[in-house]
């Protein structure tokens, strides 16, 4: 069966500190890759989605970056934080001919 | 669409009702719908779907409607359950690479 894995669960970051996010996906191939963020009490975000190795889209302009450099590995950056980017960020798969995301367990970031 | 900057509005429903959760879509080409429930500090997990050629679908104590006509999808869950607070999201979809989501909606069942 298919898993996604996100981590870490929490992460307490100071302003201007750079970020790495990871999530991996097990049990499929080729899949398609989702970052949204979720700040307290508001609906998701979409940040970054990926259909292949190397290939990314940037939905919204700011202060993060992802990479794909494997194919079930999708990874959020930043080379310095903001207060603006705490949040809750989820990772997301879908199959390449399937319809509905699953979500990752989420990271909690605080950015202080 | 997106309605990320929002304030998520909250239903409050006495356990043991029925609850009824609104949504309202804008893509007249979306042609699959979602509904995930989020518990808090956890990541959504789906509830149902329904396709655009379907009006209906039942689950386990929860069914979803659309009605394409007005753009309107429904979430009802009967015997509401304490288990069963959350915030509830509908999502569209028109292809498989992207998916919107709704604003939200905070449930709350009342003891």
């Known amino acids: 069966s298919q898993t996604i894995h996100q981590w870490p669960a929490t992460l307490v970051q100071p302003v201007g500190s750079p970020l790495s996010l990871e999530c991996t996906v097990e049990?499929?191939?080729?899949?398609?890759l989702y970052w949204y963020r979720q700040a307290a009490g508001r609906g998701l975000q979409l940040l970054f989605y990926s259909v292949g190795i190397g290939q990314i889209s940037s939905e919204v302009p700011q202060n993060l970056s992802a990479s794909r450099p494997q194919d079930r590995q999708f990874i959020l950056s930043s080379k310095k934080l903001l207060l603006s980017d705490s949040g809750f960020y989820l990772c997301?798969?879908?199959?390449?001919?399937?319809?509905?995301?699953?979500f990752g367990s989420g990271t909690r970031l605080t950015v202080v | 669409g997106e309605s990320v900057g929002l304030h998520l509005p909250t239903l409050s429903v006495q356990e043991g009702d029925n609850s009824i959760i609104n949504c309202a879509y804008s893509n007249s080409a979306s042609d699959y719908f979602i509904w995930y429930k989020q518990e808090s500090g956890k990541g959504p997990q789906f509830i149902i779907d329904?396709?655009?050629?379907?009006d209906k679908r039942q689950g386990q104590r929860v069914t979803v409607l659309l009605n394409k006509t007005v753009k309107h999808l429904s979430l009802q869950i009967a015997a509401t359950q304490p288990g069963d607070s959350a915030v509830y999201f509908c999502a569209d979809s028109g292809g498989y690479q992207k998916v919107t989501f709704g604003t939200g909606t905070k449930l709350q069942v009342i003891p």
């Open positions: 049990g499929t191939s080729n899949p398609n």
């Open positions: 329904i396709r655009s050629n379907m």
């Open positions: 997301a798969w879908t199959a390449v001919s399937a319809y509905g995301y699953t």
